[in-house]
Structure formats: C-alpha cells, structure tokens
C-alpha cells in the first residue's frame, strides 16, 4: 500500500537550528500512529468508557482533563463525552467497533499531526502560544488540554516522555513554522522521524 | 546646568567604555549608564522641543514620566521616536537624535512658532474646525484640509519608519501566585516574604536593575541590604524579569507586560526576539510601583536646567554625574533636603528654598552642617535664561497671592513639588484613588482581584516603612490578617503648592510639558465652560501625551480646582487606563505577521498542486488553487481553457476545503430531516442528497451534499466559508435544543482529501485509478451515488457522484496523507484523456452557466425561493425555518430572485457587484445585483449571475441596465433563467 504523505514533508528540516551547542526546545514528529474517537451518549457513558479503557489496555478510563496511558495507548478525555485514542501504529489489530446504542467510534488519524515538544524550554515554547498554566502542579504528567493556538484549537498532554501536540492537519505548517521561528531563541533540534 | 561627571561614585562600571551617538555626534559613556545620563555627563543640554511652541528642552526628570528628553532612538528602519532618554540602558554604539526640530534640536527654525504661542492655546486645534477667519466665517472649513497638514507637521512626537518592522516579537503566557510589580524596598521584601512562604512568585522591575530607590542611595548600609534581598529571593527561586514593564493590570489578576529582551544589546542575537509581552495570570498582585516627585508650574519652568530634586539625586547617587554647579533646590516637603545635602557634599554650590516658613524643622540643621543655604517661605516665580537656566527669580506668598522677591543666580533648578504615588495599574482596574490632604497626593483605593499597593505608591516615604510595607503588603495578598505602616513620613508636613504666578504675568508656566499645556490653557478651558475633569482633559490635552500626564495630571486638578473653587476631591481624577508606558505596535502583533496574520490552512494537495503550476488564491483561511496557467497563459486565458477542457474532456480540482462533519448516531437521520429543509428521514444507505439549511428566521444559511455511509453514519458536507458556523450551530441544536437525540457531530475536514473530477471522460479517468474500475459504471454508482472503494496501491476511498459544474462528475475523498498519491494516480490517467487541473477561477465560471449558488448568492438576506430552490422546502415535515420562512415579507412575490444575466451586445462586459435598475433609472438601489460574472467558454460570450425583482418570469424579454457606480458603465443586459447552459441537466446525468 502506498504510504501516507505528513503535511510537514516540506518543512520539516532535521537537525539542530538556531544558536551553536544550545538545545532549548526539540521538537519531533510522530508520523505512525493510529487515532479513534470514542463517544458516549449521557447513559451509556460508564459503559462506553470501560469500553474505550479495554481497548486501550487502562484500568480506567480517563476523568475529565486527565490523560491514561495504557498497554495499547493513551486515552484522552478530550469532551465531556468524548475520549480519543492515541496509538503507536499497528497497535490496534482492527478498529474499534461501539454498538449504536452505545455510543460511536470514528476515526481521526489523518486529521491531525502529532508533535512531541521536549527540552528544558518546552513548557516556555508552548507559552509563546498557549494561554495555560504549564507549571509541573498545574499541568503533571497525565493531563490533557483542548486549548487554542494562534486561534486554532489544539490537543496538548504531558506524558512521561514530555509534552505532546496534536495540530489539525491543514493548519499543521503553519503551526509548525510558528513553533520553530520561535524555537530558534532557545536552541532547536528537529528530531528525525522514525518512520 | 554645568553638569559633570564625577571620578567616582555611582554605580556605573567605568572601566567600561560605550560609545554613542548624538545627532551625529559621538559621545562616551559607561556601563549602567542611560542615555540621559551619559549625555547629561557630556555636557549635552538640549535634548528635544516641545511639542507646540518648539521649546528647547533638557532632561527633566530621571525616569517614565521624563517629558524634556524625549528622543529618537537608532536609524532608519529601525528609528523609534519618543523614547525617553532617561530610561534608555546606553549600549555600544547606541545613535539617537533629536525630534521634532529642524535642522537640530540646538537650532530649531520651528521655534518662531512660540512667537504666535497666543494663537496656540487650549483647544487651539478644535477651533481650527470652524475655518479660517476671516476668509471662512460662517462657512465651515474648506481649506482645513489643507492647513491641517501643516499643523501636523509642525507640530509631533517625532516619525517612525514607514518601512516594515524587521524585528521579531514574542507573545507569551506566565503563570504565578503572586506577581510583584517593583523592586524597590516594598517589592524586594513583598516578593522575598511570599516565597518564603513557599508560593510562586514573579518579580517585575522597569529598570535594568534590581533596587528602585536603593539605587539612589549612598548609604553602604542600603547597598547591602539590596544584594542581600536579591541574594534570597534568588535563593527562594523567585522569577525575576529586569527592563520589564507591567503596563497593564486586568480582570482577575491579569497583568500585562513589555520585556524588552535586546533592547539594551551593542548585538542582537540572531534568533532573540527584540520585545516580550507577556500575559501573567496571577493569584495575587503586589504593586510596589513606587511614587513620583511633582514639579511646580511657574513661568518657563521646563527651561533646560530645570529638573525634580529626585531626578538630580539619581544622576548623583546612581550615574555619578553631578547635574549643576550651583544650584537651586526649591520644595515644600522634606524629601529635597537629602539631595540637597547630597549635592552639595559631592562639591556644588547648594541653596535650598523651603516654601514652608518652618522649613524642613531638623533637617535645616543637617543643612548648615552640609554648607547648604536654606532660605524658607519662597517658592520659584521664574526660570530665568532662555536656552537653559541661569537663575531663579523667588516669590514669597502673601494671603493667597504671591509677591516677586529676590533672584538666585544658578544653572541647575530643582524642584520638589510632593509626590504622586504611581496608582495607575491600580486604576487600571477601576479603583477610584482617594484624596489624602495632608500627604497632597491621591492614595490608593481597595482594589478586587486581590491587588495590593506598597511602599511609597502607597503614600509610605520612609525606607525602613516601605520595607515593612511589603512585607505586610506580601501578607495581605496571601490572606494574612496584618496591619503595615500608615502613610505619610515626612516630619514637617507638606505645604502643598501647584502654581506660583503673578496675577498679570503672560509669561508661560507649563503643567504638562509633553503636550506643552500651561496653566493658563487650563484657565481658558473652565473660561470655555470645560468644567468636567474629563472634558478639560480631552481639550487640552493634559495628560494625553506619550506620559500619560504623570507629571501634571495633580497640577492640572489642583489648578481646575481653585478655577472652579472647590476642592481637588470634588474635582474628581479622570482614570488612567492602559498602558502605563508606551508599547510597540510590533509588540502587539506578535510573531502574528506576515504569512502569521492569519493561520493559513493547506489542503493535503497544496504542495502537489504548487508542484503541478498552481497560482494560488485565499478564501477564508485557506490557500486554494486559482488558476493552473500554461506558459505565457494570463489567468483569462487560463480559466476559459480549463472550464472549456472540463466540458469536452476531464478536469480535477482540490476540493478538500470544504467542510466536513460526521453526523453519527441512532438518531442521525431524524437530526438531519430537523436541520434541512428537505427530506433526508429516508435516505437510503450509499446515497447523497442535496440539501438546504436554513436559520430560524427563514433566511438561507448553508447548503451542501449528505451521504449516507451506514444506517447510523453520515458525511455532511458544507461551503468552505461556512464549515465552522455549520459546526456550531449543529452542536447548538444538539446541546440546546434536542438533548434527547443520540448524536455526535464531529469535524473531520481535515481527515479527508477531497477532489471533483468532472467532464464527460470522467468516468474513464476514475476508473483507470481503481483496483475495482467497475465500481463506477453507472449501473453501480448513478447520479448521487456513494460507494467506498480501493484507488490503485490499496487506498482506501469514497466515491460520490455529484456535480457542481453540471459535468459528470464525482467527488473521490481519501485519507487526507493519501491526497498527494490520489493525485499523482487521477493526473496520470487524466492527462492523457487530454484533461486539465482545474481551479476556482473555472470552478466559478462553470457553476456560473449552470446557475449554482455558492456563498456569493447566499449572502444572509436571500431565502430559499429567492435562490429557486423553493420545491426543496418540505410541506411534510417542519424544519428549522419553516415557520419563519412563511413571514409576508419573506413571500412577496417582487422579491429579488436568481436569474441569469447575458449582455445585450454579446460582445459586452459587464461588472460583478453591479446594480441592475430599469432603463432610465440607474440610481438607487436598483431593481437588483449582480452577485458574479464570467466569460462562459460554453456559450462564447459574457454571463452572469444575480437577484432581480420578481425574477426571470417578470423581465422576459424586457431589458436592464447593469449600472456600476462606482466603477462607471452602464450596459444592457437582458434577464434569462439562471440556468444558463444544459438546463435539463442531461450531461451530468449522462
């Protein structure tokens, strides 16, 4: 099967940029992933969230706000009855099936473009950004955000590797480009992508 | 003034020469110098003119509020005027230059102007509204237009560049719990005390150095104190932001900030950004924002020379630059005598004048043991020199008017008129500061948002106090029931003074030198019937200037006050808003900037469709394919060939901006038949419908293909202007209005790839992609069908047989990676069945022949019989807009409706946006519009589309004009059915 084309092909230029020997800010594209929303309907939600929760390989389904890494991927509660699944690829043998009672699965992979933001200054970077408090207390690994972007809402959580972003797909360079003009200050390294 | 700089003291690093340039001019300075004090130090006295009368100014003060050294800093491009000298950081080979001025600010030819100073007084630009007398009395201001250029460029705040900025600027978002703004005494201690008790604390100070008035000082004992505060709060992982500026204070703890980041660098790194403005959201906010001495309003007292007390214990203490040789000290307050004995000790000739009869009490003997004179009940009458001080002529009050007493020889006049705590950010959020008499000054107010004031910008003049203010002030905003000092400090009270002037004196006294408004332009304005704060404000113009009136807005009051006889309370303040100093335009743009303005949005094809010679054209955020020109082709030529090559071939054009929602869910279908005004209840699976949405009030919102991809699941497609307005209303209806429907709306136009492939070889085309060509003959996908199917190399598709440009035509939609493979695949087929790529050029001319609207037509006024779709309102079934779509107004039979436009001389033009009137009658609004037009490659000639009342069955066979106003041109056209070519729709069904 011919493989898919990340909007970033372009522009994203491996390597270190900006001043000599500084790495504030590396950023990296995860190009193979896979992405299902799950959503529940008011009665169905324990239900539906169990569900979402077995089949990302958690004990629990994710809280309001609150980001659970399982065996298979993160689950992120991104509304009040919606959770996406965010997967390394081909850790999903099948898509999900939800009966229609019980609520709907859909799927987004190619609707966004996942960027992991990691160095000493990420958290700074994304400030440039994201009006949200992104203090450790505040913002601990396990949390997840639907905040806005230059305008353009954006998903971010923090894992144990770091900060995560999920860019809809055709603001993606543009978002990017952002990130990297503004990276450059502080040292960046644009991690080659395992593909 | 014979200022000199001394051998040592201060605290500027001497060791370390900068270079700098005045009007051309080359200077030295030192480390931790301004670009006041090193040119003060150089003997430089003229730093700029004034705003009207083009008066020679100096510095007059050693901070924000300077309104003397108001210059232009660096060249060029990157020339920024109304900098204030006095807070510029000097860096190597840092060039200014005098503003405002012609040749220089030494030589002003502009200066002649204060010989006509009378002709210039309060509201002296507002008069000039009423014409020029006597040659327009009576009848307006015709030649205003002319004359106001010239009062503009004589009158200025000096020029920025026309040129764009070629800086970067950041945005950024902080975080804390407590925010102090100030660094002096009360801030060190505010900030130290609320991280000791473990809190997250940003600490922010305007200056390049951490210490407010410890950096005054001369006292070791101070110094140390400083470092040992700074030391601990380093300790105590306070965030501190030095050369930053909280210019704003907002709801619920929300300040604003300016950090100039390189401002003060010899070299800019490549990659800084030159400003920060920052947002900080805090839980608490403790203003140490200090205070600022007054001056005194008396005749010519913004000669160069003339300076607050303050300011020359700054340039002292601080700079070590010795202002004057002999100078006069004038004040009504014991803060001057410090700086008195100061000066003197440092080597001047010193006398100070007290306005109180008792002087300064004790401090008097400090003076006698520092060889100070002291004179007391006088106050200066006049600055006397004309370039710069010479002396002082005193007065002494008498009753309530004054009486001409001796003159000082001097070339440096100080003046303490009392002190203004700074309560701006205060007032920023609407707390009324209160009027203390005994201090002479406004203290602050309670303030919401848990912001608290300390130090001297809460009335407190003692250091030892301040310091015990912000630590009281720190306990206050955490919670922390504490009482701090009381204000006030000084051992002999205030006498307060504002205005010391003769009855019959013409001379000019200056209370807001920035806007060079004097007292007497206050006396004129309450004489006009200004009597409101805010009205003699804006008259004026008393504290409009770049200083927001921080050195005369209490002068001004008073001097309102005693016109009005009543007290400076009952006057009222007018509020100071946002920003306490001046912000960058480039700052508040951010990096949003060029490409950055606006998000652009790229279809997954964009860099395929550059690749493949697309010009490029904006609709909303989105970058779309215009034209794909051939060599030497205009876009004319272009468009016409590829909507010629769609009609007899095969054309394909990027449609992946249009909106897309999936509507899933049990209730799915009956969402749907609520939302359109046609049936969709019933929509088999694998099928498209064509559907309309309306608003509430009947009016046309949207319109766009549904397909059914399963009994629960549905791909609703909108206009690319309108995806996100759909998308909304949609998750209204369902959070609002029908919560009981099981449905889930989502957006997924990022997740396909979307192209039209149309012409009557369309079919062929597709089918060479598929690993399944014969999933699109007719007899498995007819006429708005929907299958989903397998491009060559196993990707995955969804196939929908519409048309928008009357074609035979499919929309084939991919994973948005998979676009550019998508396309390689249909190109590769298509071209040699001699198609084209087609874009919004074509795309328009042929929706144009074939009479389909788009956003252009669906303007928010025009209904759905207006359109001529009509028999697609249900009469089974209600829908949003049912009821309202029934409205008399909406039903009038003379309604402007669709129609198609031919030009009578088929070899005629006519204009899009023009009005369509009867003949003889091409003004007013017109019968109806033209909402667009095109060359139709079908027909040969000129078409268009448009409203007109009562439509096609009432112009049959008569004639408009198409009359454009504004581009001029009148033509006949002739109204036809919208419905311009293949009206049967044969070809898209074939």
């Known amino acids: 099967m011919a493989n898919s084309v990340s909007p970033l092909h372009t522009s994203y230029v491996a390597g270190h940029h900006g001043p000599e020997g500084k790495i504030g800010v590396t950023l990296e594209e995860i190009e193979d992933f896979a992405m299902v929303q799950f959503s529940a309907w008011p009665n169905t939600l324990a239900r539906t969230g169990t569900e979402a929760a077995r089949i990302a390989g958690c004990a629990t389904a994710a809280s309001p706000g609150e980001a659970v890494l399982g065996k298979i991927g993160t689950l992120l509660r991104v509304e009040p009855l919606k959770w996406w699944l965010v997967a390394p690829a081909g850790s999903l043998s099948e898509t999900p099936v939800l009966a229609p009672e019980d609520g709907a699965i859909l799927d987004l992979l190619q609707s966004r473009v996942w960027i992991r933001v990691g160095g000493p200054k990420a958290e700074v970077l994304l400030n440039h950004f994201l009006p949200i408090d992104l203090r450790a207390a505040a913002f601990p690994s396990g949390t997840v955000a639907s905040t806005g972007f230059h305008h353009v809402g954006v998903t971010l959580w923090r894992d144990q590797t770091g900060l995560n972003l999920l860019l809809p797909r055709s603001f993606a360079v543009s978002l990017w480009d952002l990130l990297c003009e503004s990276a450059l200050q502080y040292g960046l390294e644009v991690i080659q992508p395992e593909r | 003034m014979s200022a000199t700089r001394l051998t040592k003291g201060g605290r500027i690093d001497r060791s370390r020469t900068l270079k700098l340039t005045w009007d051309g001019k080359s200077y030295d300075g030192f480390v931790g110098d301004t670009l006041a004090s090193a040119l003060m130090a150089s ?123 070629p800086d970067a600027y950041d945005h950024a978002h902080a975080f804390c719990d407590v925010l102090v703004v100030g660094s002096g005494p009360a801030g060190l201690n505010a900030a130290l005390t609320a991280a000791q008790q473990g809190k997250d604390v940003i600490l922010v100070e305007q200056d390049f150095e951490l210490g407010g008035d410890f950096l005054n000082q001369t006292d070791p004992a101070a110094e140390a104190r400083r470092i040992e505060l700074i030391t601990a709060l380093q300790a105590a992982g306070v965030r501190i932001m030095t050369r930053t500026t909280a210019f704003g204070l907002y709801d619920y703890g929300t300040a604003g900030l300016l950090e100039r980041v390189t401002d003060h660098l010899a070299l800019k790194p490549e990659h800084s950004p030159r400003q920060r403005f920052w947002t900080v959201r805090a839980g608490a906010t403790v203003l140490a924002t200090g205070a600022l001495e007054r001056m005194v309003c008396f005749a010519d007292n913004d000669r160069p020379g003339v300076m607050t007390a303050a300011a020359a214990r700054s340039y002292l203490n601080r700079f070590g630059v010795l202002p004057g040789q002999n100078i006069v000290v004038t004040t009504n307050n014991d803060s001057a005598y410090a700086t008195a004995a100061e000066l003197a000790v440092a080597g001047a000739s010193v006398t100070l004048v007290d306005l109180r009869p008792e002087g300064g009490g004790s401090l008097s003997e400090v003076m006698a043991d520092a060889s100070v004179a002291v004179r007391t009940g006088l106050a200066p009458l006049r600055a006397c020199g004309r370039r710069a001080v010479n002396g002082v002529q005193l007065a002494r009050a008498e009753g309530n008017s004054w009486a001409t007493a001796d003159t000082l020889p001097c070339d440096l006049l100080l003046v303490s008129g009392g002190w203004s705590p700074v309560v701006n950010l205060l007032s920023h959020r609407g707390a009324k500061p209160k009027w203390d008499a005994d201090l002479a000054c406004f203290l602050p107010a309670p303030c919401p948002d848990n912001v608290v004031m300390a130090g001297s910008a809460s009335g407190i003049w003692q250091g030892d106090a301040c310091e015990a203010s912000g630590i009281a002030a720190a306990k206050t905003a955490l919670g922390q029931a504490v009482e701090g000092p009381v204000p006030g400090g000084w051992d002999t009270p205030i006498k307060p003074v504002y205005e010391v002037g003769l009855p019959d004196q013409k001379t000019k006294g200056f209370v807001d030198p920035q806007h060079d408004v004097t007292s007497s332009d206050v006396r004129l304005a309450h004489q006009e019937g200004f009597v409101s704060v805010e009205h003699l404000k804006r008259y004026t113009t008393l504290g409009m200037a770049t200083d927001q009136g921080k050195m005369g807005n209490v002068i001004g009051l008073a001097l309102m006050a005693e016109a009005l006889g009543k007290e400076i309370p009952n006057v009222g303040t007018t509020r100071f808003r946002p920003p306490y100093t001046p912000v960058a335009i480039g700052a508040l743009a951010g990096r949003n900037v060029g490409d950055h303005f606006r998000t652009l949005r790229r279809t997954p094809m964009h860099d395929w469709n550059l690749r493949h010679g697309a010009t490029m054209t904006d609709a909303g955020l989105w970058h779309r394919p215009w034209y794909y020109a051939r060599a030497g082709e205009t876009i004319t030529e272009a468009y016409i060939r590829e909507a010629a090559t769609v009609r007899q071939a095969i054309g394909i054009c990027d449609v992946s901006s249009l909106g897309k929602i999936a509507v899933q869910g049990p209730d799915a279908s009956e969402f749907l038949n609520r939302v359109y005004s046609n049936a969709f209840a019933k929509l088999p699976i694998g099928k498209a419908r064509y559907g309309i949405m309306l608003r509430d009030d009947g009016i046309v919102m949207d319109d766009g293909t549904t397909w059914r991809l399963s009994e629960t699941d549905f791909l609703l497609t909108t206009t690319t202007a309108n995806a996100g307005k759909v998308m909304v209303w949609l998750e209204e209806l369902l959070q609002l209005r029908w919560p009981d429907l099981k449905v889930h709306v989502s957006s997924v136009s990022d997740q396909w790839a979307g192209v039209s492939v149309a012409g009557p070889k369309a079919r062929d085309g597709i089918a060479a992609c598929l690993e399944d060509p014969d999933a699109i003959l007719a007899e498995n996908l007819p006429f708005m069908g929907v299958t989903r199917t397998r491009l060559n190399g196993g990707i995955d598709c969804l196939i929908a047989r519409i048309s928008f440009s009357g074609e035979l035509a499919y929309e084939v939609y991919v994973s948005a990676g998979y676009g550019e493979r998508m396309m390689d695949l249909l190109w590769a087929a298509a071209e040699p069945l001699e198609g084209c790529l087609y874009g919004l050029e074509a795309l328009g001319a042929l929706r144009i022949e074939k009479g389909h609207v788009t956003g252009a037509e669906l303007d928010g006024r025009v209904t759905i019989d207006d359109a001529g779709l009509g028999k697609m309102a249900s009469t089974k079934k209600p829908f949003i807009g049912s009821a309202l779509r029934q409205r008399p107004e909406l039903l009038r039979p003379d309604r402007p409706q669709l129609v198609g436009i031919f030009p009578k001389d088929r070899s005629q033009t006519f204009n899009g946006g023009a009005l369509l009137c009867k003949p003889g009658v091409t003004e007013g609004h017109g019968e109806g519009w033209v909402t667009a037009v095109t060359h139709s490659p079908a027909l040969g000639h000129w078409i268009g589309i448009g409203y007109i009342s009562g439509g096609h069955g009432d112009w049959q066979g008569k004639t408009a004009i198409a009359t454009d106003p504004v581009r001029k041109g009148d033509i006949e056209v002739e109204i036809v059915s919208p419905h311009m070519f293949d009206p049967e729709g044969e070809r898209m069904h074939g």
Not at chain 2, 64 to 69: I, R, T
Request: net charge positive; no cysteine; glycine share 16%.
């Open chain 2, 43 to 165: 003997g430089t006295q003229i730093l700029g003119r004034s705003f009207k009368y083009h008066r020679p100014r100096g510095v007059m003060s050693a901070g924000v509020e300077e309104s003397g050294a108001i210059v232009t800093l660096g060249t060029g491009v990157r020339a920024e005027p109304n900098t204030k000298a006095t807070m510029q950081e000097l860096f190597d080979g840092l060039s200014a230059h005098g503003q405002n001025a012609w040749p220089n600010v030494r030589n002003d030819v502009g200066s002649v102007l204060g010989l006509f100073g009378r002709f210039f007084s309060a509201g002296f630009y507002y008069k000039t509204f009423m014409g020029l007398p006597p040659f327009e009395w009576g009848r307006g201001t015709g030649i205003w237009m002319q004359y106001e250029k010239l009062i503009r460029k004589a009158a200025g705040m000096g020029e920025a560049s026309r040129l764009a900025d």
